[in-house]
């Protein structure tokens, strides 16, 4: 049976879609119900992230950690850590994912810490309440959720079968009430054995079953601890006077003392989430009836889980306090006895540790920075200052070359009016019908005294109105590659850039263009300094020091590599300006080597681009009332990697602090980003490679390599026959929502007449009107394919 259905309802698929869109309303019923795990099968950790936000109802943080010996909640981060253990099954999963989420749920970050105290019997305090808080989340979440039930039988079951609790040499009925109430919620209850009790001991379940609070947990706790210190037998004095099994040994002595918490490698310390802070799997598992009262309300809160790692919600840092210093009070490690009150516990998060799999490929889990824009982004007004202060330094023999720079450029622009008409008249026409689309009757309820008069065989007797429903407002975010790669396309690019912009501009369309330099800006003194010179490096180590690029606020932040946006055109220049900064990038276009050195060409920092595109795309909604903004990326190449190395025994995956999503890393960290960008804006994402070849054949690689070598050799051949044709070709299954492959030297076309002879046959006018014609129209891919997208909502 389908694990999501099974887990929720226990039986059947009832009600799946409105109970979907209830719990977890941000993800579809359908991709819920189609992530299928029937039991026996290997675990796929992306349905487990799934379903702990699904019982949860919250964007929880999900990590599958090689290095944690068991699950654990972090309550202040809202992140849940699971194990990769060996010979590890889906039923043991989702125990772990139960238990987690139970505390996610009911259990309050705060009162741990009050409630076990220091000294002496902090350590006894601390198991008790594990126990007893254990026992009442699971029977919660076994309530609401009754298809976990089978979960935990089955992985309690397995754990039995381990002897995790040191059982075989030991007779039940012989081990201290703390014991016997642990292993009655963690085995007598799913089958796994019988253990007895007095009708007075009896009397401590029935206030477990019918615990609905934290608090009432912490009063049954505090009289179990009494009552279990009361039944301590004394301990027995040795020749030299010292106590026998000592306590500091942690052999059963009285309370565990502080110290021995030094030895936790984990600082179990906070407030256990679970019986067994260290091992939240099976601590997961502690409490539970399975009838029990799901009264408890969620605190928004939950304390970590004293698993793995035994932090707890009071406590990031482990018993120390946040900083890991101070005395380790809330650690329990003295009851690691085979004698001792909570023996059974123990050896439970003992045998656990020996669990791990210490052949999982380790996750690195990184969070992307926050990043300073105004250290980033170079707006029109500073480039426009660069240009002059650099054409001054030139002086009068400049201006030659300027004047002709110009006068090729208004050439340019007079050549593609009509283009530019065209496109307008297209995206009013795709506007207008789409409108169409959207029109709709509806009736006004007010009696229509003409038609009123054919009641007695129509209904159709009230007046109606015609209703147009709002269209959505779009707008453009450009992103060209400034590498040194592009040399060679720069001029047809940017011309082809400029043809949307001017068409922007007559439709009332508000856009932004960057360009991504690997050159760090370091400010307007330093704007034309060699790169490779000594006082540039002076320069921009000083710099730099003073303007940080990224804000490395947490310790998972990874430090992308410092970039410049320069910002060339925007729709909130005036006519005057925006002439000015057209007239400048037209120049870069034409010979960027005879241009400020800070404009030159250099690598490609691609997902540096999309990263500060996730604060960039926002803020342009917000200025320009944009509903719908189309981001494009212009490149001709990868980037260049982030995060490192990502090969061997490691697999990166990278998190949105905001969204709180995380996103695996696979064979290209850009893909990672750009879903980010996607998730976090709801933009229209869009990718045009810039590819400065006749065929396909060079990277064929990159695009067609999936694991069926037919089917791809099939769609290579069509999409190079198709580019051939076209001089473009539309790439399917990638991270973006449209991927075009353009050929680069795609010139702006205008004339198709214009290398003709005077005495050229009718035949060979014929021939160069009907291909020049589609030249004209695949050389505006770029722009008409945008017109396309942004007429339509």
Known sequence: MDLFVRVLYGYKKSSLNSHFSTLYPHMGAELCYNTHMMMGTPVKTASKDILA???ASEDLIVEHSAEAQTAYFDTQARR????????????????LCGHEVGHALYTPADGWQEFV?????????HMTLN???????????????????RDFVKAYKSLHERDLFELKDKVVADLPLLDRINLYYKGEIYGQMTVPFTAEERTWLDRLD??????????????LAEKTEEDRPEPEQQDDGQEGAGAGEGEGAGGSGSESADNDESGEGAAGAGAGDEDGDEDSSDGSSGDGDESGEDSGQSMDDDTDDGESADSTAGEGGQDGEGPTDLSYESYSNETGPGSTQTSYEKAVSGMRDDEAVRQIYNTVPDCNLDNIVVGPKTIAEVWNRYDDKCGPSWTDRIQDSVARLQKFQARTKATVAQMVQHFQMKQAADASKRSSIAKTG????????????????????EVHSDGKSHGIVMFLDWSGSMGNILQDTVEQLLVLVEFCRKAGIPYDVYAFSSHRWIGDTGF???????????????????????QMSRDSDFKPHDFTLWNFLSSRLNGRDHKVAVTNLYRLGNGYYTAPKCFHLGGTPLNEAVIAALDIVPEFQRANDVQIANVVFLTDGDAHG???????????????AKTKKTYKIADRETDAYVNMLRDRTGATLISIRLHDSSTLKSIRYRYFNGSNWEVENQKFEAASKAYKADHFVLIENTPYDEEFIVMGDLKVETDPMINLPEDASNTRIRNAFIKGGNRKKSSRVIATRLVDLIAVD
């Open 53 to 55: 936000r699904l019982l």
């Open 210 to 223: 019918a615990a609905e609070s934290f608090e009432d947990v912490m009063a049954i706790a505090e009289d």
């Open 80 to 95: 849940l850590v699971l194990p990769v253990w060996q010979d590890m099954d889906n039923f043991m999963y989702d125990m």
């Open 642 to 656: 982030s995060l490192g190395s990502r090969w061997g025994s490691k697999e990166h995956n990278v998190r949105d």
């Open 446 to 465: 007010v009696l229509d005294p003409v038609g009123m008069i054919n009641y007695r065989w129509s209904e159709d007797i009230f007046l109606k109105n």
């Open 117 to 125: 105290g220091e000294g002496k019997s902090a350590g006894l305090r």
């Open 131 to 149: 126990i007893c808080e254990d026992a009442r989340i699971e029977r919660m979440m076994k309530k609401k959720f009754p298809g976990l039930k």
């Open 528 to 550: 034309d300094l060699d790169r490779y010179s000594t006082e540039r490096r002076h320069a921009e180590e000083k710099y730099v020091e003073a303007n940080p690029q990224w």
